[in-house]
């Protein structure tokens, strides 16, 4: 009888697989077609590639999965029917959001509109309460009132009900009692409350992060319900069973469940701990992370192995003020499609023809070109291959509706269509690498560059050319890099209490005091998820701000503090995080704590990558050659089968690298070596850093 840990990655176009025997270090991976109206259906149709092996879905004694199924239900605006409970006197608070105007090119727009109320104002209703900015009573709940406003919900069918009280971050007594009249009024309904989802100051993020998880937890739930029940049934019924959340941590299926906000960013989390984790064991600490899969690219920036993160985000233009991994994602993927305006002008995205019925050239119904087109009509995909290792290709098709969309609009041959179209998707995703190096104090040139996913590794060495950045690496697995994440990663569990006090006002006693009662409070929490009290470890951080800023930055708290010294080294410790993130620092500014933060985690067992012994340097053979449209010319390439390639070997561009789940591009002037542990590790020739 094996032990076996299995991850699914459910992904836009394809939904990905790995199986990892921990007797015997094998590991299996395979893909599927995604089912997007039924997401459930992709993951069970996969399950049974373990009977092929002859692997009883009884031994798999570790689950893990990553989903779009939350992301996809606020994206698409699939979530359920949502009722807000707010404070007597702020209704208007959800409508009026923030009072920006968005950010980039929304700026500018005379025509820009906020998204559209998850919670709209005829299903928000008052509830006659009040707490002070201390969370003293200064009004009773009227439970009357209350029962009355529960009903008038319940009247108008409201499945998920978001409750956020005033100041209920200090004193959630009177959103627990609404729990509870909720349970006797509308027991069917979901119920978020503040409290529990962004115990946080802050009214208007608390708010947000509250609705949307009340929008997408029962989409998320029934999911899961529907996913574990049918799992079950056929056999898999381990109890370590997790998702993976936008922290880079998992959590049980259950947890989710109820607060499924935590999973926005579930998939491209997987991919940024994976990426980072592989660069490692190949030398390489600073890296940034480059998924591309069918339907978008997520970019993130790794620094000496640890991914960033951030306190909160905009996701489909909704504050979410959970931490998350900062992962900039762009609406850039195989499945984008390309189209000509009015005015002549070409444009890719943002829309994608998705896995149904996805880019033309898989001949199941689609009529629009795409990227993953492009790269077909240009050679860089095999005309006679099976993408993913299912679909046949048909470059015919490919050709037809690039003459048709936008050769013959814009004038061009269909080649220079093509390439037209990859080159204006790579300027996007250019972009994306700014976003996250640039604008966030760092030089892209000091970085590798990580590509996968299905599509990364095909566009990876020309985007990191344009951007300067010296070396590409390219997984041995890349187009199921994100499922291997989900077997590299601990059970986390982020705690939290906010409270606004001058810094220096603080004894170290009374710093330490809250960090002390929530590491109790998260040990006794995965204590009671059965992880064992060895296996839990915990990290703690403070919320820093100068006084009068709007904003905070997380500032890591390595050691307990212990006396006024080690008070003025963690404010010397913030000034210099201000001064490498914004450029400048106001040493001379008091400082407020805003929140103390405590992340727990319990270490899982993680897969054992060896390296393999590495020949003499020496010239990889090619298995066939193959014309490719380069440098506005068409050159033979010589074609690489990935599993072929040896540690040891290089080749030199122009050359393509084929395997069951990706293709790697490699152009002119560029050379890629073989490293132990079956990384392509690709560099401008010549270039010996």
């Not at 002859?54 to 989903?67: C, N, Y």
């Not at 998939?267 to 984790?277: H, M, R, T």
């Not at 994306?432 to 000091?446: K, L, N, Q, W």
């Amino acid at each position: 009888m094996g032990r076996y840990r299995l991850a699914v990655d459910t992904g836009g176009t394809f939904c990905d697989f790995v199986l990892y025997d921990e007797d015997s270090g094998a590991l299996w991976t395979w893909k599927r077609p995604s089912t997007p109206r039924q997401p459930a259906r992709a993951v069970l149709a996969g399950l049974r590639r373990l009977a092929d092996l002859g692997i009883p879905l009884a031994d798999v004694t570790f689950w893990a999965h990553g989903t779009t199924v939350a992301t996809n239900a606020l994206l698409e605006r699939r979530g359920a029917r949502t009722g807000l409970l707010i404070t007597e006197g702020f209704r208007g608070i959800y409508e009026t959001m923030d009072q920006t105007r968005g950010y980039g090119g929304s700026v500018y727009d005379l025509a820009f509109q906020k998204p559209p109320l998850l919670a709209p104002q005829q299903w928000t209703q008052e509830i006659p309460e009040r707490l002070d900015a201390q969370g003293a009573v200064l009004r009773p709940l009227d439970e009357a009132a209350a029962r009355d406003a529960i009903r008038r919900l319940r009247a108008a069918g409201v499945e998920s009900v978001a409750v956020c009280l005033l100041f209920a971050f200090l004193n959630p007594a009177h959103e627990r009692r609404l729990a509870a009249l909720l349970a006797e009024e509308l027991p069917e309904a979901n119920c978020s409350l503040s409290s529990e989802v962004l115990p946080q100051i802050r009214e208007y993020p608390r708010l947000s992060t509250t609705v949307v998880d009340a929008y997408v937890a029962p989409v998320m739930r029934r999911y899961l319900e529907e996913l574990d029940g049918e799992a079950r049934h056929r056999g898999l019924a381990t109890p370590q069973r997790f998702v993976m959340q936008s922290s880079g941590g998992l959590a049980p299926f259950a947890r989710v469940a109820r607060h499924a906000v935590q999973t926005l960013l579930s998939g491209p989390a997987a991919g940024v701990l994976a990426g980072s984790q592989l660069a490692a064991l190949s030398g390489y600490p600073d890296v940034i992370t480059f998924d591309m899969g069918g339907t978008s690219c997520d970019i993130a920036l790794v620094r000496q192995g640890r991914p960033m993160e951030a306190p909160g985000g905009m996701i489909a233009g909704h504050e979410v003020g959970l931490p998350m991994l900062d992962i900039h994602t762009i609406g850039a993927g195989g499945g984008t499609i390309a189209w000509v305006d009015s005015g002549g002008a070409l444009h890719v995205g943002p829309r994608s023809a998705g896995a149904d019925p996805g880019p033309a050239c898989y001949g199941r119904g689609g009529e629009e070109p795409t990227v993953t087109d492009a790269n077909l009509v240009l050679g860089y995909l095999d005309p006679c291959g099976r993408l993913g290792g299912e679909l046949t290709l048909q470059p015919e098709r490919a050709a037809r509706v690039i003459a048709e969309r936008v050769a013959r609009p814009l004038g061009l041959s269909v080649e220079r269509a093509a390439l037209g179209i990859l080159e204006l998707v790579d300027a996007h995703m250019q972009e994306g690498i700014r976003v996250v190096s640039t604008m966030r104090g760092y030089d892209a040139r000091e970085f590798a560059l990580v590509a996968f996913g299905g599509a990364g590794p095909l566009h990876a060495t020309r985007v990191a050319a344009a951007a300067g950045i010296p070396i590409v690496l390219v997984p041995a697995r890349p187009g199921v890099t994100s499922a291997l994440g989900l077997l590299t990663c601990d059970v986390r569990r982020d705690l939290l209490r906010s409270r606004l006090v001058p810094l220096t006002s603080l004894t170290p006693e009374e710093l330490e005091r809250p960090f002390t009662e929530l590491a109790a409070e998260a040990r006794e929490r995965l204590l009671a998820e059965r992880f064992p009290a060895e296996d839990i470890y915990l990290e703690r951080a403070l919320d820093l701000r100068y006084r009068g800023q709007g904003y905070e930055l997380t500032t890591p708290l390595d050691t307990p503090i212990h006396d006024a010294a080690g008070i003025a080294a963690l404010r010397q410790r913030f000034d210099q995080l201000h001064a490498q993130r914004f450029g400048h620092c106001a040493p001379d500014v008091p400082v407020d704590v805003v929140s103390w933060r405590v992340r727990a985690f319990a270490r899982v067992p993680r897969p054992s990558l060896r390296p393999a012994a590495v020949q003499s340097p020496a010239p990889a053979e090619p298995t066939a050659r193959r014309a490719i449209y380069v440098d506005g010319q068409w050159r033979e390439a010589a074609i690489y089968w990935r599993d072929h390639l040896r540690p040891g070997q290089w080749l030199a561009g122009p050359a393509i690298v084929e395997q069951d789940d990706s293709t790697t591009l490699i152009l002119p002037g560029q050379v890629a070596r073989v490293d132990p542990y079956g990384h392509l590790i690709v560099r401008l020739a010549g270039d010996e850093a």
